[in-house]
């Protein structure tokens, strides 16, 4: 039996791995909630129930998973706690609408981009950042989310058909619009 190096123990070595996928849990939380503060906030809970639950993980099993797996139901129990209670609109928030000006196409693109994924539903939009920006698989997303094979691929589906429809109305506008 091999003995832990001096310092290191199996919870700080399962503590170090956990802050490897911060990055990748921020990057979900932000686009599950729309909202650095929430998305913050999600991240924490998140490592926080991990640090709790601890003992629930298996050691050799896909850690980036299970995180992702706890994230996901945290944010989906959140969801359903605001649904229930109704939507805060604070009086002191403005909506403030940027001017592009010629020679920022890019910003354009990632704006239209950013706006065409916020107005997905949430489910396909979970999807789509599982599959798409975070690079598991169809059926590690499915583990994740707790649903079907088939329900990811067809999400993903009709998100993508979504997002091109979108993009394709925001590229004509602004093509009317610089004529």
């Given amino acids: 039996m091999s003995r832990p190096a001096a310092g290191k123990t199996p919870d700080t070595d399962f503590r170090s791995a956990l ?6 849990l921020r990057r979900y939380a932000l686009g599950l909630t729309r909202k650095r503060e929430d998305a913050d906030d999600l991240v924490h809970d998140c490592l ?6 601890q003992h629930l993980w298996r050691p050799g099993s896909n850690l980036k998973s299970w995180l992702f797996t706890l994230l996901h139901n945290l944010f989906i129990n959140e969801y359903r706690r605001r649904k229930a209670r109704g939507t805060e609109v604070p009086f002191d928030t403005a909506y403030f609408r940027s001017e592009v000006t010629q020679g920022q196409p890019s910003d354009v693109t990632l704006s239209q981009l950013d706006r065409a994924l916020g107005e997905l539903p949430s489910e396909q939009r979970e999807v789509v ?3 798409s920006v975070q690079g598991f698989s169809y059926m590690e997303a499915a583990e994740i989310m707790q649903v079907p094979l088939g329900t990811i691929r067809s999400r993903l589906s009709r998100a993508r058909g979504a997002l091109r429809r979108r993009l394709a109305e925001g590229a004509e506008r602004a093509a009317v619009f610089s004529q």
């Fill in 129 to 131: 950042m599982l599959v």
């Fill in 19 to 24: 802050v490897d996928h911060v990055p990748a």
């Fill in 48 to 53: 926080a129930q991990a640090i709790r639950k």
